[in-house]
């Protein structure tokens, strides 16, 4: 989004006073700014005139973004900044010996154009570099940790892996999927990844989620905030099985994880 957002203030002049102006902001390092937009997940463009909200996008979709600029402020002076690289060309490598035709096509001992090259004297050697690196230590890392994520999903019925504790939560997007799941009277198991960036990392590409709180069920990724949200507006009782009382949800496994420890609230 700061790419998009760059390219597309670039393609304004500067004015005093200015006709537009861009700022980004940290989100999560600005809970009390993220709830009064209501801001449930990141990126999320916010356009304001004289205090007003005009219109909000979620996501970064850059061209749902640059249509709501332009449709506010007008189109920037020099939009041509924001179209597609100019297309690339090749011009084929004349080896020694060989003869092309003008079109790139390579011609024969006999004089015949082929489509093909001789690569007969390209053969690597012994001594030549490789082509590919060794399987190393780093594969055998990453099945651990992939083995390590797995469990930990599975560690409660309901896990959530969020910034700080539900006591204590670090984000706003956090602090406010706590308050959703207790209003629901759902039990479950937490992950603090500030605690541990290995997990807080590998977990993004794992599930190929990137961003956090989390939320599983049954060891099966849900989404983020804004997904449960839209999984209650369809269905209220989603959280249904894993309500107190209703026999699947429980505290994690002590065994989940060995540091930190996997609590429940």
Same mark, same amino acid.
């Given at each position: 989004?700061?790419?998009?957002?760059? @390219?597309?203030?670039?393609?304004?002049?500067?004015?005093? &006073?200015?006709?537009?102006?861009?700022?980004?902001?940290?989100?999560?390092?600005?809970?009390?700014?993220?709830?009064?937009?209501?801001?449930?997940?990141?990126?999320?463009?916010? =356009?304001?005139?004289?205090?007003?909200?005009?219109?909000? +996008?979620?996501?970064?979709?850059?061209?749902?973004?640059?249509?709501? +600029?332009?449709?506010?402020?007008?189109?920037?002076?020099?939009?041509?900044?924001?179209?597609?690289?100019?297309?690339?060309? #090749?011009?084929?490598?004349?080896?020694?010996?060989?003869? @092309?035709?003008?079109?790139?096509? +390579?011609?024969?001992?006999?004089?015949? $154009?082929?489509?093909?090259?001789?690569?007969?004297?390209?053969?690597?050697?012994?001594?030549? *570099?490789?082509?590919?690196?060794?399987?190393?230590?780093?594969?055998?890392?990453?099945?651990?940790?992939?083995?390590?994520?797995?469990?930990?999903?599975?560690?409660? &019925?309901?896990? =959530?892996?969020?910034?700080?504790? $539900?006591?204590? $939560?670090?984000?706003?997007?956090?602090?406010?999927?706590?308050?959703?799941?207790?209003?629901?009277?759902?039990?479950?198991?937490?992950?603090?990844?500030?605690?541990?960036?290995?997990?807080?990392?590998?977990?993004?590409?794992?599930?190929?989620?990137?961003?956090?709180?989390?939320?599983?069920?049954?060891?099966?990724?849900?989404?983020?905030?804004?997904? +449960?949200?839209?999984?209650?507006?369809?269905?209220?009782?989603?959280?249904?099985?894993?309500?107190?009382?209703?026999?699947?949800?429980?505290? *994690?496994? #002590?065994?989940?994880?060995?540091?930190?420890?996997?609590?429940? *609230?």
């Amino acid at each position: 989004m700061s790419t998009i957002l760059s @390219t597309l203030a670039s393609s304004y002049p500067a004015e005093t &006073p200015p006709t537009i102006s861009f700022i980004s902001l940290d989100a999560e390092s600005l809970p009390d700014i993220s709830e009064s937009y209501d801001v449930t997940a990141v990126p999320f463009l916010v =356009l304001q005139r004289d205090g007003k909200v005009l219109e909000s +996008v979620s996501g970064s979709d850059a061209g749902k973004v640059r249509d709501a +600029v332009e449709k506010h402020a007008g189109k920037g002076g020099n939009t041509a900044k924001l179209g597609l690289p100019p297309k690339l060309e #090749a011009t084929p490598r004349k080896v020694e010996g060989e003869d @092309t035709d003008g079109k790139g096509m +390579v011609n024969g001992s006999d004089g015949v $154009p082929s489509s093909t090259k001789d690569l007969s004297g390209y053969a690597p050697s012994s001594t030549d *570099a490789k082509t590919a690196p060794e399987m190393s230590s780093t594969e055998g890392q990453t099945e651990e940790l992939n083995k390590r994520l797995e469990e930990l999903v599975k560690a409660a &019925p309901v896990m =959530l892996f969020m910034k700080g504790t $539900p006591s204590t $939560p670090q984000c706003g997007f956090s602090r406010q999927l706590v308050g959703l799941l207790r209003e629901q009277g759902v039990r479950y198991g937490f992950f603090n990844i500030l605690a541990d960036e290995e997990v807080r990392q590998g977990l993004k590409t794992w599930a190929d989620w990137p961003t956090f709180p989390q939320l599983w069920c049954g060891g099966e990724l849900v989404g983020g905030l804004d997904i +449960v949200k839209e999984e209650l507006e369809s269905d209220p009782e989603f959280f249904k099985g894993y309500s107190v009382g209703m026999g699947k949800g429980g505290m *994690a496994g #002590a065994d989940a994880q060995t540091e930190p420890k996997t609590a429940s *609230a």
